[in-house]
């Protein structure tokens, strides 16, 4: 079975860092694009960042720009989310999702992605 491991969530104030994690398994890793995704309450769930498979090209939204860094690394599966300099409006539940053919037009859009992680929830305070 495929699985995506979401954590390293929690409560941090505004102007704190959090470093998320996403452990994959199940899959060739190396050969998957991994997204971070987040939906606060209310809101619709949307594209933070994706790290692609074979060059390890890097995409931020603009409201995350500079602000969060992607990065995977193949030997253990795994995806990083460093998250600086957070703000209240970053809150909201992140989650982790893998494809193996997401094209660069399509790396926002949840629907080109196959595998989902739980989610893990980031709360910044004021």
């Known amino acids: 079975d495929v699985q995506l491991q979401a954590s390293g969530g929690g409560l941090v104030q505004a102007g704190g860092s959090l470093n998320l994690t996403c452990v994959v398994s199940g899959l060739s890793f190396e050969d998957y694009a991994i997204g971070w995704f987040r939906q606060a309450p209310g809101k619709e769930r949307e594209g933070v960042s994706c790290?692609?498979?074979?060059?390890?090209?890097?995409y931020y939204s603009d409201s995350v720009k500079g602000r969060f860094t992607i990065s995977r690394d193949n030997a253990k599966n795994t995806v990083y989310l460093q998250m600086n300099s957070l703000k209240p409006e970053d809150t909201a539940v992140y989650y982790c999702?893998?494809?193996?053919?997401?094209?660069?037009?399509?790396?926002?859009?949840?629907?080109?992605?196959?595998?989902w992680g739980q989610g893990t929830l980031v709360t910044v305070s004021s």
């Open positions: 999702a893998a494809d193996p053919s997401v094209i660069s037009s399509e790396r926002r859009n949840q629907l080109a992605y196959s595998y």
């Open positions: 790290i692609n498979n074979f060059e390890s090209k890097t």
